[in-house]
């Protein structure tokens, strides 16, 4: 079975070229609009911090939503590592080879970031 | 020394009038501006991860970013967190009495939530 | 490729007999020795609280090492997790079926369980 | 009021003669029993996972028991840092000047080497 390869294109990211992994089926492909729905929330939890702070809203309760928003940050990451694992790494893992030890290590080291974030 | 009490008001938060605590001197009033500014890019971010999910970008690299943010996150968490240690937390230790115990108290449960966040 | 099945064993935990998972070849049987010395070291350190505690350390002091043991016991759960990942997931995913998509479902809620704690 | 200092004793740690503060009342002095009662149980935690690695335990059902080991170590830095600020932090804030600011800044590190552990 084929294993998905990023492709590697030029686009330009704050008006400077550069190469970044653009993939044809992220492991998240599927999922695509629920990782955007719970971004737009977090976006909104983000701007709804501005605003208290703005509004000189007590330490502990800005805190609180804080924290919320961190929650579903991680929320996203494990979602995203999930797909990860179910597609990408899986589909590496049944090629064999180099390819499923290399993706096995950067999956986990994508895990220790997250666990030590 | 007066402890500086939030007063309560009643503001519209979502269409539904809601008890607020708003503060004369929340403790991160000196530090407004920079705490804005974080806000202000976390939520650049936030959005920077939408355009990556818009554009298929590859699920490791989407994860760092996500890490990122989270971690830009906890650090206006512990700012904010000192400055009310230092601000509010200290003026009702100061002024003594059930003030202080409550302070301290709402104080600990706030860290236990960074902490299990 | 036969996956490594955990098969059920009765043995006595407590006094009282408990049905546990017993594998012939758990995800870790390659590193066990370095493993058990990780988890030998953390059992120091935790005995090295108590003597710190008995001796009216500084709560500073204390607390500094209290980290240093809970980053040792992050380090062993992500050098398990990746054993397991490599090992057990690794073979039901080539195995593929039902016992793929539980394998990785189960691998998902530790990493959950290890980031939330 | 006074606000209690380290003494600076020279005691033998290792085989090496080695500067550590100890404290005649450090901020968890009335909840010393409870904390080595904790850190007891979480000796016999980590005794527990030897024992689990040396059965060949299944790798999630070990890994469910180091979530449950740092859970516990992550309540014992919890209740070091609230007496911590309670008492220590506290009497330092009531004796005000540098000291009161010293120990504001340190338990603010203490505080983010938690969070980010």
Same mark, same amino acid.
């Not at 990023?6 to 599927?30: N, T």
């Not at 502990?60 to 694992?85: F, G, K, P, W, Y």
């Given at each position: 079975?084929?294993?998905?390869? @990023?492709?590697?294109?030029?686009?330009?990211?704050?008006?400077? $070229?550069? &190469?970044?992994?653009?993939?044809?089926? @992220?492991?998240?492909?599927? $999922?695509? $609009?629920? %990782?955007?729905?719970?971004?737009?929330?977090?976006?909104?939890?983000? +701007?709804? !911090?501005? +605003?208290?702070?703005? $509004?000189?809203?007590?330490?502990?309760?800005?805190?609180? &939503?804080?924290?919320?928003?961190?929650? *579903?940050?991680?929320? %996203?990451?494990?979602?995203?590592?999930?797909?990860? !694992?179910?597609?990408?790494?899986?589909?590496?893992?049944? /090629?064999?080879?180099? =390819?499923?030890?290399?993706?096995?290590?950067?999956? /986990? =080291? *994508?895990?220790? +970031? !997250?666990?030590? /974030?």
């Amino acid at each position: 079975m084929a294993v998905a390869r @990023p492709a590697i294109y030029l686009i330009p990211v704050g008006g400077i $070229e550069r &190469q970044v992994k653009k993939m044809a089926h @992220p492991g998240y492909v599927d $999922e695509k $609009e629920a %990782v955007q729905k719970r971004l737009r929330r977090i976006e909104g939890q983000v +701007r709804g !911090l501005q +605003r208290m702070v703005d $509004e000189d809203r007590y330490c502990i309760d800005v805190l609180e &939503q804080v924290s919320a928003a961190t929650r *579903a940050l991680q929320s %996203v990451a494990l979602q995203l590592l999930n797909d990860h !694992l179910a597609h990408c790494v899986a589909d590496a893992v049944k /090629s064999g080879g180099d =390819e499923a030890k290399a993706k096995l290590d950067e999956a /986990s =080291e *994508a895990i220790a +970031r !997250l666990v030590r /974030s």
